[in-house]
């Protein structure tokens, strides 16, 4: 009777070991495929998002500096020793309303970068123009150090747009200006 139980022990362990064993696999398999379904989703969702907003910076964004006569609305004037005070005119010839720029100070030693953003209300509408400052804290301790011959290198403007509640960045709908085109 000891060699019965004996013989069925070791036919029982054999087979509930393969039982677990394939219970875990399929278990593990379960998570696997739960994960990589919400990997899969949650990539083609930020996927889709971000093409939207390339489609539409790419069709309905467009901006362009305000002219009075020919010439580009951009002025420029040093504040204090270490500021300088860009006065910049723009039209949003797009479809899309902005929200702000991030504005570019091209100087002779660095690039300085700021973010404009239109006061709650204030957006600039499409079709319309708009006017605004931008203090730069340039961070030297001489603007003269900063400009090239008592001018600015340039200027660039990169438009943004809020889209659901998201800040989209339009960089490829950027405007730029040279040293020639600013007026102290």
Do not use: H
């Amino acid at each position: 009777m000891g060699d019965k139980m004996k013989g069925n022990k070791k036919g029982v362990s054999p087979l509930i070991a393969t039982v677990l064993l394939i219970a875990f696999s399929v278990a593990l398999g379960a998570v696997v495929m739960n994960w990589g379904t919400s990997y899969v989703r949650d990539t083609s969702e930020a996927s889709e998002a971000n093409s939207d907003d390339k489609v539409m910076c790419s069709t309905a964004v467009d901006v362009e500096f305000t002219e009075v006569s020919g010439v580009k609305r951009v002025f420029y004037s040093n504040s204090s020793d270490t500021n300088i005070t860009l006065k910049i005119g723009v039209r949003n010839t797009g479809n899309q309303d902005i929200n702000g720029f991030y504005v570019s100070m091209i100087g002779n030693t660095d690039i300085l970068t700021e973010k404009y953003a239109f006061e709650q209300g204030s957006i600039l509408l499409k079709g319309y123009a708009k006017s605004f400052d931008e203090i730069f804290d340039s961070g030297v301790t001489n603007v003269a150090d900063f400009l090239s011959n008592g001018k600015l290198v340039g200027i660039e403007l990169v438009p943004y747009t809020m889209v659901n509640g998201r800040e989209v960045t339009c960089a490829g709908k950027s405007i730029k200006l040279n040293a020639i085109d600013l007026d102290n």
